[in-house]
């Protein structure tokens, strides 16, 4: 039988395999990382003491912080650019765009491997690539030259057939696919996408498709290299880097999904999760009062391109606020160039910065109760900064089109404007890209403050239920982000005051005035992004084990990576039980003792895994 592209790509970088616990080891190509996970990832970097990165290519993207109110966020990235150009990798300042648009454009090759300390990495994969999001230390680890262990994954053979009809996008694909397969529907699993209609879709429209299946939980998503792949490297003007790359022919899946695009209506995820999926036709007539166009997922040049056919001689409503944020300065140059920005301007669109911005919170909260639609990839409770905002996410051209019409409004039949053509020249915004020169000194602001040092928990655990929650519990509600909170990722002791804090106000000081606690959570804890802050902080705040029925993929590597035992084990505990926690390699045994409830389970942890939480975490190993 022959292979899948998944595998090609894996196999050629392998370099063990684990049989017994189903595990691999890959050598890691490519990094990248952002400035709110970048800051921890290069402190623990710097804690290896070598003296430059042995990546083939490492980049340093500025994009989570940008506003700058106060010093903190400023400082973060004095120490980013000095630490890149000082171990050799390369440096995006801010305002060159967010982290995987840029990275697509520029950096991402067709079979290689990526790790990037931020969940939506996989947006790379758009070019045919293998590219992983994950916590910073194992990015941190893949710099130094180090393999990135995975779960073999399971891989899903997503079929396209036919073609997307007008107004109909790449975006509803991904979010036709989380209403069949939900948020964690692609745990430990990769989604490679084939059939005769890949090749009516470009990169940026596979790239949104990879982007998003992040929000499945997915290891990874890929597409292959094709003449699409090489159309779009070329415009980059980078076609050395083709490769043609496919599954062979006789390959087998380990699950099948067929999607006929020919059928494929626009769609939305609704309030509060990207797999609340809804036909747009369900919801029209919902009233809107914000829309905003950008992100990771949906900031290409096409999309704009798309925005502005339908926006070109129209208003946006009275009561509705339009937000576009370019996702790179190619993209704003191109909008510039050819009159897209004026059309959008022309049309009563406020112009964001090419960053995450209202995407992560740093700006554009909603009104109080507000409907706000955003092209985004993650509508999680209180990620917008307002708690009673209900979030729709959305393909550009529903966006666009009820931007007009102040409601909810289906695109279908809407078509692309001939006159922006898609063969345009594409520049190479190289002014805010800096190469390094191995030179400068790493300069350290005030906030900038060391890793805390944790001990190992230990094989007898006397704790209390610090918290206990649902199913689908995100790392935005375990460590929530937003302007307030972001400044902190540098600081543990500080950002620490607000683990839970959206959902429960008094966590951080009951775990302060209580010692050992232990959460508990039903399915797929720790789902979302990849910010090791969400193991970090509770670490920090005396968290010695979280028990759960399942767990997000790379949420539970940052738990052992700093020390917390995940058990997967459904149990019945309320505020404040007391819990007692015996384990060794083979086996948990979890006691209720407020309940006089006892719970045995097999550790079904690797060696690996226990070696880590035995010393107290990674860091703890060098
Ligand atoms: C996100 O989209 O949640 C983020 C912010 O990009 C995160 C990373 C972070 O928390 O810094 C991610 O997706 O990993
Ligand atoms: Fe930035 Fe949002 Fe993408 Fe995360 S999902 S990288 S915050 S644009």
């Known amino acids: 039988m022959g292979k899948t592209l998944t595998y090609k790509i894996l196999d050629e970088h392998k370099v063990s395999e ?17 400035d709110a996970t970048g800051t ?3 402190l623990e970097f710097l804690s290896f003491g070598i003296d430059k990165v042995r990546t083939k290519l490492s980049v340093s993207y500025v994009d989570h912080n940008t506003l700058q109110n106060g010093f903190m966020n400023a400082d973060d990235h004095k120490f980013l650019q000095t630490v890149a150009d000082k171990y050799g990798i390369i440096y995006s300042k801010a305002g060159n765009g967010i982290c995987h648009q840029v990275n697509l454009e520029r950096f991402a090759v067709p079979g290689r491997t990526i790790l990037g300390s931020d969940s939506h990495t996989p947006t790379s994969s758009g070019v045919g690539a293998i590219a992983i999001g994950a916590g910073g230390l194992d990015v941190a680890c893949a710099m130094a030259g180090k393999p990135f262990t995975i779960v073999k994954p399971k891989v899903v053979g997503v079929k396209l057939i036919g073609t997307l009809r007008d107004g109909v996008s790449a975006k509803d694909i991904i979010i036709h696919l989380l209403g069949i397969l939900t948020v964690k529907g692609g745990v430990n699993k990769v989604i490679e996408y084939y ?25 990874s998503s890929v597409f292959p290299s094709d003449e699409r792949t090489y159309e779009f ?5 980078r076609e050395s880097d083709f490769i043609p790359l496919s599954r062979d022919e006789d390959s ?19 309030p509060n999760s990207p797999d609340n999926v809804k036909n747009v036709d369900e919801l029209k007539d919902i009233k809107v009062d914000q829309v905003l166009i950008g992100s990771c997922t949906n900031s290409s040049y096409y999309d704009f391109v798309k925005v502005a056919s339908i926006l070109k001689g129209k208003k946006i409503h009275k009561d509705v606020s339009l937000g576009i944020a370019p996702g790179s300065q190619q993209v704003l140059q191109m909008i510039t160039k050819n009159g897209i920005l004026d059309i959008l301007l022309s049309a009563g669109a406020r112009i964001l910065e090419s960053a995450c911005g209202p995407c992560i ?24 900064g307002t708690n009673s905002a209900k979030v729709y996410l959305v393909s550009p051209e529903v966006a666009a089109l009820s931007a007009i019409n102040g409601y909810i409004s289906n695109p279908l039949g809407c078509k692309v404007d001939d006159e922006f053509s898609l063969n345009v020249d594409y520049p190479k915004c190289d002014s805010l890209l800096y190469m390094p020169t191995f030179e400068s000194e790493v300069i350290m602001g005030p906030n900038i403050k060391p890793i805390p040092h944790f001990s190992p928990i230990g094989n007898h655990i006397e704790a209390k239920t610090m918290i206990s929650l649902e199913d689908n519990i995100t790392t935005d509600h375990i460590m929530p982000a937003g302007a307030k909170v972001l400044p902190y990722r540098s600081n543990i002791e500080k950002i620490s005051e607000f683990v839970f804090s959206n959902i429960d106000a008094d966590f951080s000081n009951r775990c302060l005035s209580n010692g050992n606690g232990v959460i508990v959570a039903k399915q797929n804890y720790g789902q979302g992004s990849s910010r090791e802050h969400a193991a970090i902080a509770p670490r920090y705040l005396g968290i010695k084990a979280v028990i759960a029925q399942s767990f997000a993929r790379i949420h539970k590597k940052n738990l052992i990576n700093f020390g917390i035992l995940p058990i997967e084990l459904a149990i019945d505990a309320d505020l404040l039980d007391e819990i007692t926690i015996d384990w060794n390699e083979k086996e948990i045994k979890v006691i209720n003792v407020t309940k006089n409830k006892t719970y045995v389970t097999e550790n079904n942890l690797t060696e690996q895994d226990l070696f880590l939480i035995n010393k107290g975490g990674l860091l703890n190993t060098f």
């Open 195 to 219: 059939g005769e209609g890949v090749k009516t879709l470009g990169v940026p429209e596979r790239a949104t498709i990879c982007n998003m299946g992040a929000e499945l939980g997915a290891t």
């Open 233 to 237: 490297l070329k415009l980059q003007k």
């Open 18 to 34: 684990d049989l017994e616990n189903n595990t691999m080891s890959i050598i890691i190509d490519q990094t990248l990382t952002q």
């Open 361 to 384: 919170g740093m700006g554009q909260s909603p009104a109080t109760d507000a409907v706000s639609l955003r092209t985004f990839n993650r509508n999680f409770y209180g990620r917008s």
């Open 252 to 270: 087998e899946y380990d699950e099948n999904i067929t999607i006929d695009l020919n059928t494929l209506k626009p769609c939305a995820s609704c």
């Open 40 to 42: 921890m990832a290069y």
